[in-house]
C-alpha cells in the first residue's frame, strides 16, 4: 500500500512510518515540523518506499499518484503547546482534517483520525466507554485541542455518512516512549527528564488526579489493526491500568533508580485548567473488534524510555 502519515515527523507518527515501512509498504510523513523533528526520522531517510514531505496540512493538500490510506495525526496535543498556539491547534483539527479527509475522498483511500480522550474532558463516567459523549468545557483553555479533536469527529463521521469514505477514528489515551520531546510538558517527559538529572519531580498540585499509559508500539499496533478493520464508529486505545500521578511519579523515581525528590506545585498558567481528575480507558470495543490490547507493562515501557532519554540527556 502507498500510505500518508500527517504529523509522520512526531512522536506517534515516526513509530507509525517504521512499521508500515517494515510491512512493506510506501510511506510518505508529511509534518510542518512545528514539534515534530526530522531527528525522529533520520534514519529512514534512505529507506526504500519513504519519502518525506515538509507541508502544513491546513494548507491544500497535493499529493501525486495513487494513495490507499491516510493516517491523520498532525495535531498538537501537547498542552503546553495548544496552550500556547491555541488557534494554530484549532486550525490543524478543524481546517487540516478538512483537507486530510478531502485528499481520502479524492484518492479512495482509508483514513483514520487519530482523535483523544480529551473528547471525554472531565469524565464524569468511569472508565470511558466510546459510548460516553463526554464533559468538555468549550470555552476554558483546554477547549482549543478538545473541540478541534471532536470537530474532527464529526468531519469523518460526515465524510464516511455522505461520501462512502472508508473511515475510522482512534480515541488514543495517554501514550508515551522514545522520541517524545524532552520538553515537551506532557507528565513522562518531564519526570522522566528530571529523575534522569537528579532533579524534582514536578507533580501539580496534589498528584490526585489520574491516568492510565500505554506504550507506543502497542498504540501503533492498535492503530493498524484498526485502519485495516471495517468498524467506522470511535474506538478506545490505550492501556487501563490507572493510577494517580503522585504514584506515577514514584513509579518513575523507582524505574529509573533516581535520588530525585517529589514536590508539589501548582502551576499559574492555565495548563491544569479543566484538568481531569481521572481517566482511564474501557477497551472492550477494542478487544473484541479488533482482537487488541496492550502487552508492554508500564515498568518495561519506561525502562525503554529511560534508555532512549539518556542517549539524549548525555547522562549516562
Ligand atoms: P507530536 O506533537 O509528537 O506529533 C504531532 C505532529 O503533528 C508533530 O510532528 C507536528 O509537527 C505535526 N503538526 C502539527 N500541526 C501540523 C500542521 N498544521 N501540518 C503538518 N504537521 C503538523 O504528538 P503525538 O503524541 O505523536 O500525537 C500524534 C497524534 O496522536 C495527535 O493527533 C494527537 O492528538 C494524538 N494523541 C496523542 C496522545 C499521546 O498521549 N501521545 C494522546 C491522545 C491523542
Ligand atoms: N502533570 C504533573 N506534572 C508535570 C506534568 C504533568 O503533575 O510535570 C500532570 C497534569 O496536571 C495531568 C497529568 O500529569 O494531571 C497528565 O498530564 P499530561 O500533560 O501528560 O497530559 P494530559 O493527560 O493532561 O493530556
Known sequence: MR??????AG????????????GGHEVIAMDNLITG?????????????????????TEYIAIEGSLDAIYHLASL????????????????GAIGTLNALGLAKAKGARFLLASTSEVYGDPLIHPQPESYWGNVNPVGPRGVYDE??????????????????????????????????????????????????????????????????????????????LMNSDETMPVNLGNPREMTILQFARLV???????????????TDQRTKDDPQTRQPDITRARTILGWEPGVSLEEGLRLTAAAFVQRLDVA
Open 3 to 8: 500510505i500518508l502519515i500527517t504529523g509522520g
Open 11 to 22: 512522536f506517534i507518527g515516526s513509530h507509525l512510518c517504521d512499521v508500515l515501512l517494515s
Open 37 to 57: 523533528s526530522l531527528r525522529n526520522i533520520a534514519h529512514l531517510k534512505d529507506a526504500p518506499g519513504f519519502v518525506f514531505v515538509h507541508h502544513d496540512v
Open 77 to 92: 496535543p501537547s498542552p503546553v503547546d495548544y496552550l500556547g498556539m491555541p488557534i494554530k491547534t484549532l486550525k490543524v
Open 148 to 225: 478541534s479533536k471532536r470537530f474532527a469527529e464529526a468531519l469523518t463521521m460526515a465524510y464516511c455518512r455522505t461520501h462512502g469514505v472508508s473511515t475510522h477514528i482512534a480515541r488514543i489515551f495517554n501514550t508515551y516512549g522514545p522520541r517524545m520531546r524532552l520538553n515537551d510538558g506532557r507528565v513522562v517527559p518531564n519526570f522522566m527528564a528530571q529523575a534522569l538529572q537528579g532533579a524534582p519531580l514536578t507533580v501539580y498540585d496534589d498528584g490526585s488526579r489520574t491516568r492510565s499509559f500505554c506504550y507506543v508500539s502497542d498504540l501503533v499496533d492498535g492503530l493498524v489493526r
Open 253 to 267: 523515581i523507582e524505574v529509573t533508580e533516581s535520588r530525585s525528590e517529589i514536590v508539589f506545585i501548582a502551576p
